[in-house]
C-alpha cells in the first residue's frame, strides 16, 4: 500500500509519501495553508495513487487535543470525503524539532516533519507483522 503523510499547520503543510512494501518515508512537497490547498492535495493524492493518508495528530505533553487539533480535524472530514480514502492519526510528538534537528530549517522542514510521521507509522505496521 502506499500513504501520503501530512503534516498540517495553519500556515504550511508539509507531505510525505511511502509504502508498507519498504517502510520509507520520503518528503515530497510543502504547500501553503490556503483555500485552494484541500483540492491540490486531494489531486496531489490522485496523482500520486495512494491508498490511505496518515494524518499528524497534534496534542499536549498530556495527550490530550490542543488547539490545532481541530483545525486538523477539520481538514481530515474534508480530505477524507474528497478522496474516500482512510486517514489513520499518528502522533506527531515534536516532529517538526526532529527535523529541524537533523536538517536544519529550510523550506521542506514541514515535509520533512510529514516524512518522521508517515516513517514512525510505517515502523508500526513493520513491528506488527
Not at 500513504?3 to 517502510?23: F, H, M, Q, V, W
Not at 491508498?51 to 487539533?69: F, H, Q, T, Y
Amino acid at each position: 500500500m502506499k500513504y501520503i503523510g501530512i503534516d498540517y499547520g495553519t500556515k504550511r503543510i508539509g507531505l510525505a509519501i511511502g509504502n508498507d512494501s519498504e517502510y520509507m518515508a520520503f518528503p515530497r512537497e510543502v504547500v501553503e495553508t490556503n483555500k485552494k490547498s484541500m483540492e491540490y492535495i486531494a489531486d496531489y493524492i490522485k496523482k500520486e495513487q495512494v491508498d490511505a493518508i496518515v494524518m499528524g495528530e497534534s496534542l499536549d505533553l498530556d495527550g490530550n487535543k490542543n488547539p490545532l487539533m481541530q483545525n486538523i480535524e477539520k481538514f481530515v472530514a474534508e480530505i477524507g470525503a474528497l478522496t474516500g480514502l482512510s486517514v489513520y492519526y499518528e502522533p506527531e510528538f515534536f516532529s517538526s524539532h526532529q527535523a529541524q534537528h537533523i536538517q536544519g530549517k529550510n523550506d521542506m522542514l514541514d515535509a520533512s516533519s510529514a516524512s518522521i510521521i508517515l516513517g514512525s507509522f510505517l515502523n508500526k505496521l513493520k513491528n506488527k507483522k
